[in-house]
């Protein structure tokens, strides 16, 4: 069974994570532990959260979004996420677990990874002109401090 990693906060239900699961899924046994990174209230795009808002089955969180006013609402908002991507998938009858992590999504990886082995990571991540992520250029570390392929999936907007 091949043991997925994925990590996305605000692109967790856009169309082209959706889309990399899927050929995950079809290609053979599968499991998935989704990780969201908690980000913080300042550091959220409200641009992009628009834009995921807009694809089917993402309505359920777009409350007035402007982007969460403070960080619990963040922290609100992720967790709706994640446990939504976990009903999603479990409803799959895949193997599933998931967990809120820190907002440093390097050492929530590192945490998670301490306790679950995984063959590879699916970073789903904002388009380069506004990640943070790929900002700090967290595919190409997280490949080199887990020793495992990374999937990197940028959100169109």
Known sequence: MHRYLVVANQTLHGADLR???RK???SGPCSFFVLV??????????DAAATVLSHPGTWWWSTDYAGPATDEEATVQARQRLKQMLGNLAALDLPVEGQLGSSDPLEAME???ADHQFDEIIVATLPRRVSRWLEADLPREAERRFGLPVTTILMNL
Do not use: G
């Open 19 to 21: 889309e990399e699961l």
């Open 24 to 26: 995950r899924i079809k």
């Open 111 to 113: 945490k998670i990874s």
């Open 37 to 46: 990174p908690n980000t913080s209230a300042a550091d959220y795009d409200a």
